[in-house]
């Protein structure tokens, strides 16, 4: 499967260099590396794994995950680190074991040192894709292609969404700009929405029999559709028809509740998602129809 075509390549690069600015800027201030910041990962923790997404995301792009396999436990997942072929994982639902065991694997914590790592493979990332935001090559998942503009997204959702993590964690605010959080939506989830079987992101359970046509309002942004039909999901069908249910959303408050960072009544209290349409009922129940990996 392949994701379908790029979004604002040029943009999405601009925005993601001034993410990588912002967060190796932040690693290098970081007062508490052994303060909580996501799951049972501390600061440092998380920062190792953003580095390490920035070791990943850039093999695919040239084609070679070596590096990601040398410090990936060939015992956590059968065959991970030992893949022969192209991709990192031969399920999405492998990828929790990976990261965790990368993760554990590499006793760096110091935020400074870490950010150094980030800089040095975000510049050379930017150096070796240049203008080619076009030709497929496969994903994290076995058998999924996106190209380099997703990429670019996937990096922008990492970076994004981590940064948080960290500033959070260390006790400090972190806006998320609407602009790249909107970018992270349409150049990464929904691309790989596309690329993925039809049924790996939904919740077989809640989605039984429910068919039902979401339209995401993304505030100064751009619209999408989420058509669920008994447990499969299509992102933006070739042609949109009427939506059961609107959401209206603040792109900064949305990425962070598909991310679980925030809790989605929080964002409807605070009318950062706001659903309308003739089955508006339908809202909150978004989230739950999605998994995370």
């Known amino acids: 499967m392949t994701a379908g075509p790029p979004v604002r390549w040029s943009t999405a690069q601009r925005y993601l260099r001034a993410e990588v600015k912002r967060v190796v800027a932040l690693l290098r201030s970081v007062r508490n590396p052994d303060a909580p910041a996501v799951g049972d990962w501390t600061v440092a923790q998380v920062a190792m794994h953003l580095s390490q997404a920035w070791l990943a995301v850039p093999g695919l792009a040239r084609q070679d995950l070596s590096e990601v396999r040398a410090i990936v436990p060939g015992d956590v997942v059968p065959g991970a680190g030992e893949r022969a072929g192209p991709s990192l994982i031969g399920d999405m639902w492998e990828l929790a074991a990976v990261t965790k065991a990368g993760v554990d694997a590499d006793p760096e914590r110091d935020p400074a040192a870490i950010a150094d790592r980030i800089a ?49 964690g260390d006790g400090r605010r972190w806006d998320i700009p609407r602009d790249h959080a909107a970018a992270v939506f349409e150049g990464f989830l929904v691309p790989v929405m596309q690329a993925l079987d039809r049924r790996a992101l939904v919740n077989q359970e809640l989605a039984v029999g429910l068919r039902a046509t979401y339209e995401i309002r993304l505030k100064g942004a751009g619209r999408h559709q989420l058509v669920f039909d008994n447990g499969a999901l299509t992102a933006d069908p070739p042609s949109f ?7 209206t959303a603040d792109p900064a408050a949305l990425l962070l509740v598909i991310w679980g960072r925030v809790h989605q009544a929080k964002a409807i209290v605070e009318r950062k998602l706001v659903a309308s349409g003739p089955k508006a009922w339908l809202g909150p129940r978004l989230r739950s129809l999605m998994r995370n990996p």
């Open 120 to 168: 040095q493979r975000a510049a050379a990332y930017f150096a070796a894709v240049g203008g080619a935001a076009t030709d497929p090559r496969p994903w994290l998942v076995e058998g999924v292609e996106v190209g380099l503009a997703t990429l670019t997204g996937h990096l922008l959702n990492e970076t994004v969404v981590h940064g948080w993590d960290i500033a959070t």
């Open 241 to 247: 028809g009427p939506p059961d249910c609107i959401i």
